[in-house]
Nanobody, 119 residues
Framework: QVQLVESGGGLVQAGGSLRLSCTAS????????LAWYRQAPGKQRELVAG???????NYADSVKGRFTISRDNAKNTVYLQMNSLKPEDTAVYLC?????????????WGQGTQVTVSS
């Protein structure tokens, strides 16, 4: 089992920055990939950025060049640095962890943190 707790959301003006944090607890040694997703009202949940245990990253096209995902394995924490925020970035941001145990894959979610970008 893995528990994920996000923090760092809030209200910011367009062009501003926020840094989200997600700290994992439980069976953290088994975590393979950590990722941030977001879900805006009336829209589907979408992948924002992901990072593997080896440090490989991927980003949604809409955030490339503005957002940076990083991972501190010693602290079991993943960060999302968000710069040049736009009103369309407004959403609940959720932390996601993928755990692989032999042939089985497990997925865990945090409770989410609200990010609101005003124009």
């Amino acid at each position: 089992q893995v528990q994920l707790v996000e923090s760092g959301g809030g209200l910011v003006q367009a062009g501003g920055s926020l840094r989200l944090s997600c700290t994992a607890s439980g069976s953290t040694l088994r975590i393979n990939t950590l990722a941030w997703y977001r879900q805006a009202p009336g829209k589907q949940r979408e992948l924002v950025a992901g990072i593997t245990s080896g440090g490989s990253t991927n980003y949604a096209d809409s955030v490339k060049g503005r957002f940076t995902i990083s991972r501190d394995n010693a602290k079991n924490t993943v960060y999302l640095q968000m710069n040049s925020l736009k009103p369309e970035d407004t959403a609940v941001y959720l932390c996601n962890a993928i755990v692989k145990v032999y042939a089985n894959t497990y997925e865990y979610w945090g409770q989410g943190t609200q990010v609101t970008v005003s124009s």
